[in-house]
Every structure is written in C-alpha cells, then in structure tokens.
C-alpha cells in the first residue's frame, strides 16, 4: 500500500511484512565473561519474533511515519483544552544531559542532590504560581494528578473521621477524567448544572452540597474558556458544607502571575506541566500532574515529595500520605523541561504567557463571532468555544469543519467537548502564535463558511490531500484489529 | 487595586516564546473592544488580580544551560565515572542511537493525542507496532497503547480483573516488588478491594480471588513457575496476572505458552533512560476475551474511504472522555512516545539482539553472582537454593547493605539496593550489559576489601 | 504562496517576510562585566537586517522546509558517483561529544592528545585501505583532495629539478572536478580517449604521456562504474614516461579489501569520507577529502598531519609540505565519523560493504539491460550506467525519466555524466539498501518504460506530487534572484 | 590464489549497515549469472585482489562508544572544566538550542547537493536564506552558497580578484592572520600569482595588484580603515577584499557601506562548534557586477510550469562540472549543511540578537583587557596604541606566552595564542561572551599571580 505524499509514494507496511530472516539493525558485544550455564531449556523460549530489518530501515521507516503527523513544529494546533504551544528545543536538551537521563531513582540521596534540588524548587515555585504551598510532582498526568488530589480529599475527610462523605460534585462541562477519577477515589459522582452563561448554577450547587460532599470539582477557568465570576461564593458554599473545592487546573494557561487559586479558596489542584508549562506532548504522552495542596492539607500528599535538609536536599513521605500511586518519582525529565521554561520566562515572562493567551483568544472570538455562534457571549480566558449550529442548520458539522481545516495545515480544534455545547469547535491559540497565524486562522475559517454555500462537498469529503481520508472508524470497533499477524 | 506588578498598561515582556509585539496587543485589544487586558478580565474577583508573587526573573538560554550543567553536576552516575549495581525495576541499559535519532523528530514529540487520525497517521501506526512488539514479546493476544508505568499497569490489570471475575479480593505474591502491592493499595483503597498475600509455593488459594498477581522475574531476581501459578488460579475462577521484566522475554519463556491472562511490565528497559524514574511506560496485555476491560488507549486498524489501511484509535466508549465516572480508567494523557522509544527498541535489536541482549545480561549477572559468592562473609541466595535469575540477584552480606555501600560510594561504586527489610543484610544487585567484566571485578574486589575490614 | 503536501498547506515565504518588528528567538545574558565605553560612532553601523521572529516560527519554518527535500533517511537514492548510502546516526552523535564538539583548533597538542589519536588511527586505516600509507586529513572535500594531490605531484617533480611536467592527462569520462583541479594548479589538461568498452584507450594514452607528463589522473573504478582492466599497464605506461598516478577514490566503495590502490601503481589518491566511509552529504558539504600517497610522496603531504612522538600525538608538518589549503586540521567532526565508521565494521564489514554493493549494482543491471541501454556491457563494480537513448528515441530523455522517478519517492540517479554516454543514467545503489528496495527500484524503472508508449505525458510533465513542478531554470540564470530584497 | 580474507564464499558478514542476507545475495547472484563474487572481479588484476588488510575487527555501537567516550575524555575543554581564552580564527560561542534541533533533521543531513531542485526544495529555500542573511550582514549585493572555510573563501576571493581585474600580483595587509596568505599561496602558486605585503598605513601601492586583502578586525583583533584602503585600491584599479569577523559586523560598520568589491569570512562564529578546526564554512559575497566570476555554489528564485516560486542551483556554467578545467573553481562537494546552522543561528538571533551579542563580546573583551592592563608587566597593546578592537587584543607579557600557557595549563586556563613570531612576547587573547566575569577574573588572577612570580 502506497501513498503520494511531498517525497514521494510512501509505503506504509508495518515492520512484520518488511522484515527479513537474517537482517539486522543491531549488534551486541560479545561476551567479556567466562561462560556461564544457562538454565534448564524448559525454562527457555524460541525466538522472539521482533522485525528483522536493517538500521537504514529502522530510521527510514519512523522518519516517514512522522511526516505523516500535523505536529507544533509543523502545523498551528488550536486544540482547546489542550495548551499545544511552542515546546522549547532547550528544555528537551537540557533534561537529556548526562547526569540527569542516567541517575538511577535508587540512588542514595546524597549522590542525586542536583535532581532533588530541582524538584524542590519546581515544587516551590508551582506553589507560589498557584498559591497552594503543598506540591507533590508524583503524578503522571493530570488525571492522575486529580486522582491524587481526590485521594487526599478522602484522606481528610477520613482523618476528621467523617466517614459519610462519599460525594464529589462535578459540573456537567468537567472533562472526562474528574468524574473518572471520582469513580476510582469511590466517590459517588453528582452533576452540578451550567447556567446559561456557561458558570456554574450556584443555585443548584447550594442544593447540592451537603453533609455528603466530600469534593467539588471546578475547572478554572471552565472548560468553556470562562473564569467562573462566583468563584468566592461558590467556595464558600462547598467550605460551608463541609466539603473541599479540587480545582482542575489543565486551563492554568489563563492565570500565571494573574490570580493564584490558593486566594480564591481553593484547597486542592493539580496542573498539567504537558500544558501551561510547555512539555511536549508526544503523542499522547508522557506527562506530568502535580498536585498541589494548601498547607493544611501537605501532609496527606502522594510520596513522594523532595524536601531541604539541614545539609541539602532529600525525597520524603509527608506524615499521612495518601501513599505511592506510581513507581518512583514521577516524570522526572518532564519536570526538568518544565522547570527550564519557568526559569527562562521568570515572574514577567510567565504573566506575558497569560496575558497573551487571553488576548489571542478574544481576537480569535471577536473575529469570528459574526459568523459562528458562541457558547458564551462574552470575553473567554484562553480559550474559546465556538458552536457550529448555524453551519449544522446549512449541512455542515463541526467535525466536517474541523477536517476542512486539516487541509489547510491547520490541526483541528477540540470538538464536541464540552458535552454541553451543541457542535462545539473549542479553539486554544496559546500565547506562542504570532497574530499572523491567528490572522490567518481566522481567514480560513470564514472562507470555510463561505464554502458550505458555494461548494460544500469540499468540507464533507474533508481532508483531500492528507495520506488517507476519513477513516471507517466503526467498523474499527467493530471488528478490531490491534497487532500486525501473519497473514 | 492592582499590585506592583500588575499590567494594567498592554505592554507584556518581550520573550522569544511569545511573539506577539505591543503594537500587535494593541491592535488585537482594539478589535476586542478593550482598553486594556483588565477589560478581559472581569471575572477575576478584583481584590485576589495581580498577586505578588515570589519568582525569579527569566533567564537567557545561556544562563539556563549554565544553571542546568552545575545541576547535572550535582549527581553521581556512569556519566560522571560511577558504575552501578542498582536495579529493582529500573534497569542501565545501552540505549541504541537509532532510539535517540527517531525520538528527535519533532512531528512525534509536539504532536497530541491522534484525536484526528487523518492528521496522526505516524503516531497511530507506531502505536500499533507498539502494540504488536508486546504481543510478540508477551506472546499474549492484545496489548494496549501503554499505561503511565509498571505499577500502575499492574494495578490497573488487578483491576480489571475484579471486574472481569466480579470478585473483590487480588492475591499478590509475597515475591513481588513492594512498589506492585504498594501501588494497587493507593489505586484501589477506595473501591472495596482487599489484597492478600500469596506465598510461591501456595498450593492453596482463596476461592474468591480475582487474580494472583505474579512478578516473574520477582523482586530477588528470580523465575517464578507462572506456570503452576497459572493453573493454580484458573483452578480457582481467578485470572492469572503476571508482572514481567521485558528483558528477561528475550530467554525466557513468555506468559502467553503459560494461559496468563493479563501480562503488565515496566517498559523502561526496552530503550529508555533511567532519568531518575521517569517518564516510563507501563505495558499491558491481555487476552482478546478481555478487551473492552482493558483501560488505557488501543489503536485499530481500519480503512479510508478511498479503502488505504490507515490506524485510528478505537474501543474508545471504555474511556473516560466517552464514558466518563463508567470508564475501565481515568487515564487520558498516557505515554506514547516512550511507547515510540520501545518501538524503535524493539525495531532496532530485533529478533536476535533481544535474545543477545538477554544472553549477554544473564552471562554477566550470573559471572558476578558466582565471583560475589566465593568471597568471604557474602553468600549469593539464589545460587545457595539453585533459584533461576536473570538481572538480579539477592546478596547475603556481613553487614547491612547500606554500610557497605556507604564505603563502596567512596570507591565511586554505587552499589545494589538495600533490602534488609526484606532479607537480612540483604543487598539486591543487578548487572546488566552495560556493566563490563572489568566493572564487575572492581565492585567484586572492593566488596572483598570492604568484607574483609568489617 | 502556499503548496500542498501531507501535512496541509505550506507557507513558503521567506524569513524576512515574515519578520515584524520586535519580535525575538532568543535573549543574550545581561553584561556582568562593568560597562565599556563604546568606539566612536563613525566606526559603527546601523541595525543589521536579521528577521525578526519567534523561536517558535524558527522551528516550524526550518521544520517544515525539512520536509520538501528527499534525504537518505526517507526516500531510495540511487546517485551515481555520490554514494548515497546509510549515514549512521552513532557517528553524529558520537562526533559531537563534548571533549571533541568544543575542543579549539589552536589548543596545545597536549591539551588534545584524544583528537590527534583520532586522527593518527584514522590515518593508518586510510593508508591500509588504499595502501597508501601517507596520509593527510587536511583536504575539505574530494575536489581539495585532488588539488593537493595534484600540488605534491608538481612538488615532486619540482624537487626533482624536473620543471616541464606542466600536463595532467585526463580521462574524457573523469569528473569536472579532475580537470578543475588540474587547472588550478598550473597544469595543462590532456584528454585521453576512452575506447568502446569504456576503458582508457591504452594505445592513446602511450602517445600521450612523455616527458611533459606530469600526472594521470585515473578514476578507479571509473565513472562508468568499471574496473580498468589495464590499470597495470596503465599504471607503468605512466610510470615509465616519468609521470605519476593520481586515482580519483571517490568510487572506493567498490573496492575496500578487494584490493589496494597502492598495489596497482597508483601513488595519489584521495578518497571522500562522504561518500565510501558513510558521512553525510548535508545537502552538499560539508566533505573530507583525504589524500593518500605512496611512502616516497609523502614529505610533500599538506600540513597537518597528525603523527605519534615519544610520548603521545602531535600535529606537524611534512618537511616539504606544499603547505596549508585551507585555516585549520580538516574536517575533524566528518574524520570522526569515518573513524567511528570504519572501526564499527571492520576488516570483514568493510569487504562486505564492496562485495554488496557490487553484488546489488550488478543485479539492477541484469534486471534492467532488456530495457535500457548499457554505456558498457559487461559486469560493473559498484554502479552501473544505464543509457536512455532507446527511452530518447521513443520521445522520453533521460532527464524526464530521472524526473518521473522522483513521483515514486526515488531520487534521480546521476544524469548527464559521464559526458561520454549518450543520456546516461547513473545508478549506484550501495550496499546499504535492501534487496526489496532494488527490486521496487526495477519495478518502477520498467514501468516507466511501459508508460512512454502508454501514457507518456506522466513522465513528460514529471514529477506531480512534489512541491513544485519542473523549474523554469533558464530564466533563473539570465537574470538570476539571488536574495531576498524588499520589494 | 586468494588471501585468507577472500570471500570467494558468497557469505559475507552480516551488519547493521548492510542489510542483504546470504540467500539473497545468493538469489542476486544467480540473476546476475555468476556464482560467486569473484566473478565480478574478473578486471581486477588477480594477483592483488583480496590483499591482507591490518584493521581490527568491527565493534558493536556499545562498545564504539566507549572508545568514544575515552577519546573524548583526553581532551581538556569547556566540558572537562577548563575555560579558555583563544580565539585567532576560531571563537567559541553559545550555539542556540534551535541550530541543534534543525540540524538534527535528517532530511537535510542526509540531503545531497541539490541537483534535482523539485527533489530539494528544503535544502534550497535554506541556501537561499542563507546567500540573504550573508548580504544583510555584509551589507553586500550578492553572496553564494558557502565556500569550504574562511581562509579558502579569501584566498578564492584574491584568484577572482586576479580573474575580474586580469592582474597577477595580490596585496595582502601585513596585519592579517598568516594563515590567508599561506593558504592563498597554496591556492596560487602554480597560477603566477605574486603576493605582496601591504602596510595598513600605507599611501601608495603597486600599480598592477589585482586587489588589496584586508583583514578587519585584523589578525590582532583591530578595526582597520576598510574605507581608505578600499579607495585606495579603487584609484589604483584594485579590488578591494576584506575578510571579516561576522559577529563583529553586528555592530561595526559593514563593508558594503565602503565600496568593497568581495567580503570574505569565516562562518564559524555564527553558531558553529569549534570541532578542533572544521568543518567550517567560508562566507563569500561580492558585488553583483562580479557574480559570473564567483567561485561555488549559488541558489536562485525561479518559478515552476504552476507559476509557483521554487529554488534552484543557477549559474552552473561557472562551475567545473560543466566548466571543467576553465571553471571559476575546483569546488564541488562545499559546506551546505554548515550554511544551515548559520542561517538558523542568523535566524534565531535575528537584528536585535547579533547587535546584542557583539554588544557583550565587545564589553567582555575590553572588560578583560582593561583588567590585564592594569597588571604590572603586562600591556594591551591596542590599549596603548588607542586602536579599536573587537574579540581579541595582543597582551605583551612579562615572558613567553608559551611559558605563561604552560603555568595557565596547571590551573585548567587555556591562555592567549602565543605569537611570539608576530609580537614579543605576545599573546592573542581572546573574550566571548562565553566567559563570564569570574571566568575573567580568574584569568587575570592567574596572569597576575604567574607575572609576580617570572
Ligand atoms: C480540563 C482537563 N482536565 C483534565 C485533563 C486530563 O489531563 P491528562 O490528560 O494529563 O491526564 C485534561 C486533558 O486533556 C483536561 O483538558
Ligand atoms: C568521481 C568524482 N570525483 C571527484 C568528486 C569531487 O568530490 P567532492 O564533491 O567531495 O569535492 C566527485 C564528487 O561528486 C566524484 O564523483
């Protein structure tokens, strides 16, 4: 199978049909030990039967497969939610430096002072961003992150031997993982309407919250790209209720160095460092979500956490912790990246980075308001949520226009999240796009527009020119097929 | 109102990650029909705006790389002439140029989750030759596209196995690294879920449990019969789970000839830097019965609508972005690009480099495990029992692990972790391809010395 | 202008067309010395016109034109003469360790003792490969490699009071650079005929070369891909008329540890790291050119040289050196690839690389000689000459093919040249491509003969997919656009 | 007949480099029609194939690093602690993280010189941006491609000089770095040209010189009258050829603004490792009136059959493959690759970044000569003499530089180049912002200290 692409027809088999008895990409030294007596042969296996290529092969093949891939490096990629924004080549550099990749995470604390003293100061500087003393960066991700901070939710509760509170209140626009996670945490999921500004209905939560609510879950700003205006009434109800407010902090991206959520009321958080603070996605990972606590609440962190000594620098337990929810440490290199880019904007550059989020995305809005509805009619944070149901009326989907603008070099945005919003197209610029960029975004989508009416087929059988059209993809779940095999 | 360091003018530093100029605000906040930022931010309750904050003022890249080196600096490793016998699920292994070389290329590193297969087709089909290289490794049906880590992957196949088996309690073998058991308490405390501890040789197990989770290689370094575990569980309506270090796959026979249910493992020895214990990725296979349990995120194949093969992610209702407090996991952001190091891994030994490389581990493993166990006052457990191990084996030492390895650091040798909680004056040491012969005598000689003056 | 591939639409503008004014990619640190008083300002200039963008669109920008060249990593490259085989990744990561990236030129020989090793072992690899044990690494590509050649066959002769040696005799199939390079050095070019079989017509070369001769200049094997059957006749035809031999090395790859320059009477050679020993090409350089000479020559070698003393390594001088070339040792980072190159094969991994890429030069050729022309029929070494002049009779050039080549991800093989062979089409597979790509190569090559009578407009208006069509270069050379300017 | 290491067998060694398996080659053969290699190698003179070869035995990747590694290790660098003030045609400076990224894609690396433009439209949009940046930062109309290095660049530059003005006899300004005359004469010598000293203060000059080379700053790091000199040459029917500093001209006057005819340099400064001396590229750029008797390589901007702007190499008649012995040089394979890291750099640092970098080298350097000055025993003499310099300065030291380097050596300083031959007692030193002030500080510590103590 081949395809046409800027170098050529490409062939697409997977590593199995390429490889060849006998081929290599790979040698090993020989032994430098005297022999030693292998085990019984029951214990042994026969071959693995791993790719048999050569080493031209192997860098030929992953070097055109990623060609195949819309990347930041590549392509402007306005997925909301998501925070693509320029990942710093210096900081993958730096995190790879001999020293760091090639620690051990047994190490003896007294041969891994750099690495613990970086993480100490991540920890410290995460908590005065967020203004939630308490860090730990043992989390992989951001759900992991919430689950965390779920855990410690419980793990307080439990301490004040209040035992009944089993409930987390989640709003109906939360993102997947905070219901997810509640689930995990055995917490019983209760949904906290929006208004029809897309706040929080702080009527419905007063209702809501009890005796039972162990945890509300807001994510700041929302997922519609709003800072909910009755932050401090809404932290009140729940502190009121005895419960605590979780804030998700995935939109961090909008209040660097503008409000700290400690100061809101805010009790637990987690942030996602593959998002505001700039680590590169991957594909899908990895990660990186600390949670960060108020003081109060420090004890009960995730293990584990890096704390000073009197002669330098150790990891340590806190008191009551919640235990381990991983292997080690943490995604150590992740955490390194991002410490680079919070040393290398400082306490300007990181309000630079908000600031200039929210502006782009207001251009964005403002440009584009007259021709594609709103989810909420008013200023957005970092984001905007945008709702293709006038387009939807004229034959055309928000996925359709999402795949239209693939065509242009353009990554589509978030769709049809949040769940609340009918056909929504959630658009996140970040701060690291040039206005020329927005500029011609915002084009292309009104030139989309335009072609529903005069040539809509150009949008249904969107993307033309990518190395495969639209994919069948129920049939995919259908009937899965999830390894190459013999045929 | 606001503080010192408020913005209440557009002007916002100007930094190489931030293109946009003051003139360019100005112009964008014009459209907007704002004076100023404050007019966009409404919302934020006025009295918490602009808060003071203690950070540091941004650096130059140069000033940065500085910074960094004195902190590399900072850290022993083979880098800075140490050599090391720490093992316990993170592994020294060489790490092929080609690994490096692939994982520079930015269209992997920047890109997102392939939410839009038409604009991800390199990071589906390498998710899927992920997916088939631990099929082939594990010797199981299915693999997913990767879980955060080892531990969490074996916590996450304990519980998927309550749910598969509807039982409520996971058998664990008392053998197993603390961080599996560990890992599962933090991942289940809250879902009702008990966890006992089975010993090897059980011959007997609970009627209600859900899995017996197996780590083969254990945490000594030693091969369990996965085997007789196996049969042990099925005999009792559990699942067999089994936790497996990947390298040992290149000699060992696979879980897959055993009717295991569910294999996990740490991935980072195939190809990723120890990088003080992260990012890793976490392996998960299973048998195909069992796939809409899996959690984490599967890619499929399919075709276009020109019928070409292109991937795609699929199963997705098992997510929690479709299925939400329902979902089989709350894992979104996972670990596919340390999936992409383990591809090219995988790609780059191939067939005969794997079973070399686990060869060439065993060889040096067992060299020093026989030279340790001629020294005086140090006893190698697995060789005193005839115990199979690969990677890693338990030393019985004259005095706590931690002392010596206190004298071994002065000799720049890191020496095996302290496992006396586990095995008196034990200390578990692993050697691995990156240890050469002459390494190995110098950590040999210098336990001899150290032996002999205590 | 914009263009579309499989990442969507490309902006092609230029860097300057992008700048606006104030935005940066970078910061320099702040002065820590106390401030100096600046020159008079009659010394000083106004802003240098550099763009102006982010560190983000420097990466994108870079990133994506990336995309639009074939390379050796993602595309078949069968250029001929140029060797385009697998550059492995280890040896440009291995050339750029600190302690070898940041080591300085002019550093005393004892603070450098690991590079000048280097240097020396290479050396002796090269002196045994070619069995010429004088070596300099001084030349920077092949072309100063012959230059300096050349520059010690004139000092030879000059030392031997013998001042009328002022000709080269050149073969008519030998590369522009030979007669170049004679040029440059004072030499009078003398062709020498080729017969019918592609070789040196011995009996023109009898009549040629006499007292006035100072050098033949021979490519071995030669740029037909042949192996001079008469090269020890050659050799002493020269040699008995008081002349020297020059081999032009750069098609080595046919013949490591088949056999010996040195063994055939050849007393110069040079030979291109970028090509026999795998460096990479870079788009074109940068190179190394070695030059090899027989023990007796090789006083004269240019300076540096890297020798072992008493007590470890030094750079020095030849005693009578035709002096220095160029600034400093050569292309040190491209001769620690080729060290690191040779010592990763080996004796028996270098004779496999010639065997194999004789083996598959012959195979394309057999599969191939029903079809196309041969510029000579009988076995070659490492590349084999196709003519299209059966393709040119039917309406097709051998430039068209070369162009329809590029639609199926395959580089052009070398057209044109030799300027002996009447639309010649140089095919030099090399040892590191697969059997399978060979064979994807004949594929695509018989079709394209099977498309002149069927559908000859795909090859005449090749290649479709690429980022541009065919290239008005005429009008580009008469009024040539060299540089961006404001318009 | 054959050596031991024939291969008259058809097995050849099975490498990572070369993926062909016996069979196959067995299958190729016999297509071919032969049965083993050797009759392929029927021209090859029977006696002389096969020959026994001295090399060792090919090593693994693992194993080729670690005699990297200890390669690497004899060297005294940055890296190993050292700090280091040479500079005389090689300067160490920051390299931004940019230029190594790009330069790690391989789709340029693995690129060869663009002969089929449709194929290389990355690599030529680069070799045009790159002819830009070196016209903008010359302030010249037109600039080629990339020359081999900065002395081959000057001494092409001096043979065009000959070749536009049809004279035979070179000026080169005694101050100049030795290594442009010696590598012009190795480029001249057997082209009858003459080469002859001109003083930088002079008033008069031959009246048949091709052109006057002038190197500013000159080879002691100071600022030569580009302007008078070029007139000079102007009224005598000369060229003018100044081989600059690129990072100089972030800040001093560009040659453009002078009337010169060819600027020359040496690229490296701008974003190139120092790599022990190469490789390089050299900066080339002349007048426009001149461009069809430049040397190298040169891009174009053309337009395609679709009226799309493209790239392509043009004015290829200059050069030697089709030119052949009258080409306006030998120059083939030249240093495209190391143009890239310069536009990248160029690029990256862009208007405000290069003024600000010459900015600092210049407050660094005089910074460092002011405080050596100050020494007893110990002159700058371009303090002295009140000449403008950039970089780097002539220190006139109690005793040898070389003496003075060897005690520097003791405390891991890498001093001045001695010069002895040029200056008594004189050492070139040489300040980038590369060093930092206690960097500074420490050197002229020590200076003072070995001064006190001579
Ligand atoms: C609002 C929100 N919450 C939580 C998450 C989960 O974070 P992660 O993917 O890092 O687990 C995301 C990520 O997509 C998100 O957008
Ligand atoms: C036969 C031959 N000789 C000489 C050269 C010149 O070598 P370089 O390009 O390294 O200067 C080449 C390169 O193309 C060549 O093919």
Known sequence: ?487 | MASPTSSGTNTSVNHPYIPSTDSEREEMLGVIGVDSLDGLLGDIPVEHRHPALKLAPGLSEQELSTVFGSIAAENASASSGYISFLGAGAYSHYIPSTVRSILQRGEFVTAYTPYQPEAAQGTLQVGFEFQTVICQLTGMEVANAGMYDGPTAFAEACLMAARVTKRTKVGILSTADGRLPETLVAYSKHQGIDIVEIEPDATDIPDDLACIGIQSPNFFGEIEDVERLTKLAHDNGALSVVHVNPTALGMFKAPGEFDVDIVTAEGQPLGVPMAFGGPYVGLFACKKAHIRQMPGRIIGRTTDTKDRTGYALTLQTREQHIRRERATSNICTSTQLIGLMVTVYAATLGKQGIKDLANLCYQKAHYAASEINKLNGFTVDALATGGTFFHEFVVSCPSSASSINADLLDKKIIGGLDISDRSENGMLVCVTETSSKADIDKFVKALSEIGASS
Request: hydrophobic share 40%; aromatic share 6%; with cysteine.
């Open chain 1, 1 to 487: 199978m081949t395809i046409s692409t800027n170098v050529g027809d490409i062939d697409r088999r997977l590593l199995m049909d390429r490889s060849v008895s006998g081929r290599k990409a790979f040698t090993l030294p020989e032994s430098d030990v005297p022999s030693q007596d292998l085990p019984d042969s029951s214990f042994l296996r026969d071959d693995v039967e791993l790719p048999e290529v050569s080493q031209l092969e192997v860098i030929r093949y992953f070097s055109v497969l990623s060609q195949l891939n819309f990347s930041i490096d590549t392509n402007f990629y306005p997925l909301g939610s998501c925070t693509m924004k320029y990942n710093p080549k210096i900081n993958d550099e730096l995190s790879n430096l001999p020293g760091l990749a090639d620690i051990h995470p047994l190490q003896p604390d007294d041969t891994v002072q750099g690495a613990i003293r970086l993480l100490k100061d991540l920890q410290d500087d995460l908590g005065e961003i967020t203004g939630l003393p308490g860090v730990s960066l043992a989390p992989l991700a951001g759900a992991q992150g919430e689950y965390a901070g779920l855990l410690i939710a419980r793990a307080y509760h439990e301490a004040k031997n209040d035992s009944k509170r089993t409930v987390a209140i989640v709003p109906d626009s939360a993102h997947g993982t905070n219901p997810a996670s509640a689930a995990m945490a055995g917490l019983e999921v209760v949904t906290v309407r929006s208004d029809d500004q897309g706040n929080v209905d702080v009527d419905n939560l007063r209702e809501l919250a009890n005796e039972n609510t162990a945890v509300f879950m807001l994510t700041i700003p929302s997922t519609l790209g709003l800072f909910e205006p009755n932050i401090l009434e809404i932290t009140k109800i729940v502190h009121d209720s005895g419960g605590l407010v979780y804030a998700d902090g995935a939109n961090l991206n909008a209040l660097l160095g503008l409000v700290k959520l400690g100061d809101l009321g805010v009790d637990i958080c987690h942030s996602n460092l593959h998002k505001t603070f700039s680590t590169p996605h991957g594909g899908g990972g990895p990660g990186s979500g600390p949670v960060m606590v108020t003081d109060e609440l420090a004890k009960f962190l995730p293990k584990p956490v890096a704390i000073k000594t009197d002669d330098g620098y150790a990891m340590g337990t806190p008191e009551m912790s919640v235990g381990a929810i991983n292997g080690f440490h943490g995604s150590f290199s992740i955490a390194a990246r991002a410490y680079a880019y919070i040393k290398a904007l400082g306490l300007e550059g990181l309000q630079s980075v908000s600031e200039n989020a929210i502006i782009s995305a207001n251009y964005i809005q403002a440009k584009l308001r007259d021709k594609y509805n709103l989810a909420a009619d008013r200023y957005c944070m970092h984001e905007t949520v945008l709702s293709a149901t006038k387009q939807k009326k004229r034959g055309v989907a928000g996925l359709d226009i999402a795949k239209r603008l693939l065509d242009f070099g353009i990554h589509a945005p978030t769709m049809y999240f949040p769940l609340i919003v009918d056909e929504a197209l959630m658009v996140e610029p970040t701060e690291s796009e040039s206005k020329e960029t927005l500029d011609h975004f915002i084009a292309v989508m009104r030139q989309i527009d335009d072609e529903i009416d005069a040539s809509p087929e150009l949008i249904l059988e969107a993307p033309h020119d990518l190395p495969v059209t639209r994919l069948d993809e129920a049939t995919a779940a259908r009937k899965p097929v999830l390894r190459w095999s013999a045929e």
